[in-house]
Structure formats: C-alpha cells, structure tokens
C-alpha cells in the first residue's frame, strides 16, 4: 500500500466528517498508517504532530503501551454483554471511579457511546425528572449563544453554531439562548471576571422570567471549544449553579471536550467550586481509543425514576452498546495513567510552555487574542486588530494555516480564524515550541492578501 493508492480507493468509497468532499480535487487527503506518541506517519514514512489531538480525543499519545495492554487483556475475558439485566466488571469499576474523581455528589452513571448521545440522555433525563416530580410544564432548555453540543438533533438544537445548524433548522426543537460570557466580547479595559457577571445578568433575567417553563440550562464549562475556543470566567458558572437552585432548574455541565485536564484541572466545574446535576463525559474518557460516553447525575434525579415499573418512571432509553467493557476498561486503563503519573501536575509546566511559545504573537497586527485555559491555547487572526474585524469565513484564512502545517510536520486544523493548539499530554516542550513556530509561519502566510 502507498498513499496514492489508499486516497484513491478512500475517494472512491468514503464519505467524510464535516468535509466538503470537492475540496478533495484540490486538498489532498492525508493518509495515515500508523501512530506512535504525539506522531502520525502515513505509509512513506512522513510524519504529522497531532496538535489537535485527533478532534480533541487522545490524551496519552497514540498506540500507548498501557493502554494496548487493558485493550488485550479486556478482549480475552469479555468484548461485550448486553447491559440491561446484566452487567460486567469494568463498567462497576468505572462507575465507582469515575463518582470518585467527578465533583461531590454525582453517583450515578448512565452509559452512551458518543458525546451527542451523552447530551441526549442528559435532556431526556432532566425532562422526565420533572415530569416524575408531576410538573411536565417544565420541558424548555436554555443554552448559551456560540454553544456546541454535538450533531444528533436534540444536541445539534441545543448548540447555537450557524454553520452546523442553520440547515436543519426547520427539525429542530426550540430552545432559550442567553448571551454567552465568551471573555473576547468583554469591552476595553473590562476583566473576563467583570464581563462574566455582566453577561449573567441576563441569564438571572431568563431564569426569573420562565423558571417555570426550564428544566435545565446547558453549558459548556470555560471553553466553547467548536465555536472557536472562545473562552470564560469560570465565576459565571458559580454564579449559574446559585441561581438554577434558586429557580428549581437543572443544570447540565457538557465537559465532553473539556473534561479530563484540557482546562487545567481533571474537570473544569473545579475551577467554579460547583457539582452539576448532568456531567456529560465523552471524548477523552476513553483516551482517543473507543467511543464512549457517560453522563453522571444524583442521587435525588435517581430516585425520581425508582419506582414500581408499572408506574412508567423508568427512563427507558438504551444503546446497543451502552458500557461496553473493551470501552469501560480503556476508560479504567485512562484513569490509572492520571492517578500514576501525575498529569495533572506535570501538565502546568506544558501549559506554562505553550504560553510562552506563543506571547510574541501578542503584538502581530492580525491576531486579535491569545486565550488560554491549561491544556488548551487558541490564537484568533483578525482583519483588523484595533476593532477586532474579523476576516470574511468565505476566505478560509485558516486552511492556509492548515496547508502550511502540514509541510512542517504538523497537524493544525483551526476552527475558522483561530489557530489552536489541544495537544495529547505526552508533548514535549520542544515539541511544542516547533508548534509555534509553525503557527507563527503560518499565521504570517494566512494574513496576506
Ligand atoms: C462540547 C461538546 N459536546 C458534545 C460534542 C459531541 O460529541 P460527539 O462528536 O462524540 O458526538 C462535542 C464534540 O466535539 C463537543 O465538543
């Protein structure tokens, strides 16, 4: 097998994600072999750094050796069992692992296999939780504008991007938007602090107004990562959870891509002090390895559904694969490697080093920020840095960026205008610092007219 073969066999049969498939006359697909750490090499021996950790999903490196061997073992005991019914070692395991590292009070987890399910599971959740309490009028969400949640079309009404929902509008359920406390808003002078309590005050105002109506608020917890790794102050959410108390509404923390240290701590509700009711884990739950999702909720939404079956509180609601055990034991396998090899900890010295491998960038007159929040650093290019205009979307600036990263052993893939780096935690400092010199040269080709 060489590259052009597969890409053209590929360009024959395979339908790709989020991808203009005639972009591929002009933008060659990158076939890739096999993979190694933070490395994917295609099959002539070229190399790419995944900057972006394969969509956000792969936190110890690829082809990690301690998680191979949970892979090995688990398969030679049990691939799968139905999980109604029955149930299997590592999803107890798990489940008593992950009430032990998520914030004081979720004890209970619910299985799903992708981070859209996850987001599925916790709205059905929260709307029959009231409709069990006998107070079906709740049955609105409230989600934040420039939100994501995932493509499924509960989760895709939910997420507030244009360019992933405008054409499915007309099957979408409505929901309540309140303005996000996206910090790059925040007027001159103003702190991301100042700006999140200011942004609150609408929400204050929406809850007030139709508690009655809201079964829960969704919110992605300091960084909105597919709309453009805007970023927050965590107050916003410490605020959030006083007030969902206040009104009698849920609140539902969708740390699909945030959870698991990409923010800096295991789990950004950390960083606000509060436990949600919904915690929706998917992504690096199971390292970049296999699809899995889990949606942690209390004991007081438990028993709201326990009941004798005829009464039809029980929440009904399944996936085939639903606690997989090849799934599960990665997941176990990923927890192990935080609690070992303190990442956590080690993970600020990588943060502090991308900061700094970036800060000359601060005063290029095309970009208009630099964020970061831990383990995640995003650069937004603009137009014009005094009123931060963007460039038009219709120019693809980042696809330059992209294009170019790719001729220097990196994969970039920016969201839009902004160029952002989420790196598996096995990076190196001098991994990182080619990184930026590659995001420097790119960014200076991108801006050019
Ligand atoms: C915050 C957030 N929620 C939900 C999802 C959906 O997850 P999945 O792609 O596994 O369906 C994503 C995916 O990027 C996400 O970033």
Known sequence: MNNAELVARDLKAVWHPCTQMKDHETLPLIPIKRGEGVWLEDFEGNRYIDAVSSWWVNLFGHANPRINAAIREQTEQLEHVILAGFTHEPVVR??????????EGLNRCFYADNGSSAIEVALKMSYHYWKNLGRPGK?????????????????????????????????????????????YLKEPGETDEAYALRQFEAMERLLAEKHE????????????????MRMHHPIYHTRLREACDRYQVHLIADEIAVGFGRTGTLFACEQSGISPDF?????????????????????????????????????????????????????????????????????????????????????????????????????????????????????RRGLRVYQHALTRQ????????????????????????HLAQVATEGIELAVKD
């Not at 010295?349 to 831990?374: F, K, T, W, Y």
């Open 213 to 228: 109506e809201i079964c829960a608020v969704v919110v992605e917890p300091l960084i909105q990562c597919a709309g453009h």
């Open 279 to 395: 915690l929706c884990l998917s992504k690096g739950l199971t390292a970049g390895y296999l699809p899995l999702s889990v949606v942690l909720t209390t004991d007081r939404v438990y028993e709201a559904f326990y009941d004798d079956y005829q009464t039809l509180r029980a929440f009904l609601h399944s996936h085939s694969y639903t606690g997989n055990p090849i799934g599960c034991a990665v997941a176990l396998a990923t927890l192990d490697i935080f609690r070992d090899e303190q990442v956590i900890e080690n993970n600020r010295q990588l943060a502090r080093c991308m900061a700094e491998s970036v800060a000359h960038l601060a005063d290029h007159p095309n970009v208009g920020d630099i964020r970061q929040h831990g383990m995640t650093l995003a650069i937004e290019m603009v137009r014009d840095k005094a009123h931060k205009t963007p460039f038009p979307w219709q120019e």
């Open 410 to 433: 990196a994969l970039l893939r920016p969201l839009g205008n902004v160029v952002y780096f989420m790196p598996p935690y096995v990076i190196t400092e001098e991994q990182i610092r």
């Open 139 to 183: 049955k609105n969400f409230v989600n934040l504008s420039n939100s994501y949640h995932g493509e499924t079309l509960g989760a895709l009404a939910l997420g507030d991007v244009s360019l992933y929902k405008d054409t499915y509008q007309p099957l979408l359920m409505d929901v309540l938007t309140a303005p996000s406390p996206d910090a």
């Open 94 to 103: 798990l489940s008593e692992r992950l009430v032990s590292v998520t914030p």
